[in-house]
Nanobody, 115 residues
Framework: QVQLVESGGGLVQAGGSLRLSCAASESIFDINPMGWYRQAPGKQRELVASITSFGRTNYADPVKGRFTLSRDNAKNTVYLQMDMLKPDDTAVYYC?????????WGQGTQVTVSS
């Protein structure tokens, strides 16, 4: 069973940056795709970005041009670089990954953007 542990969340002012990390307990080479979701209070969980094992990325429209997703297979880690943050980006961010027919989730990390 794969365990995913997120880190890097916190409080930042609008316009600032944060980098989230998602560390897997096992090799991520065959965890495909991996991605980040977020859930704001009172809202449904939504896709932020995903990345395949070949590095192909997909971004939700609200974060295009501001967020960058990457993966380091050697470190079993996926990174979400978040720039030009907005108050609307405030949410709990969850990492997930798909392997062998099963979807794994991390416990989430809080991101709060103040205006």
């Amino acid at each position: 069973q794969v365990q995913l542990v997120e880190s890097g969340g916190g409080l930042v002012q609008a316009g600032g940056s944060l980098r989230l990390s998602c560390a897997a307990s096992e090799s991520i080479f065959d965890i495909n795709p991996m991605g980040w979701y977020r859930q704001a209070p009172g809202k449904q969980r939504e896709l932020v970005a995903s990345i395949t094992s070949f590095g192909r990325t997909n971004y939700a429209d609200p974060v295009k041009g501001r967020f960058t997703l990457s993966r380091d297979n050697a470190k079993n880690t996926v990174y979400l670089q978040m720039d030009m943050l907005k108050p609307d980006d405030t949410a709990v961010y969850y990492c997930n990954g798909y392997r062998s027919g099963r979807l794994y989730w991390g416990q989430g990390t809080q991101v709060t953007v103040s205006s």
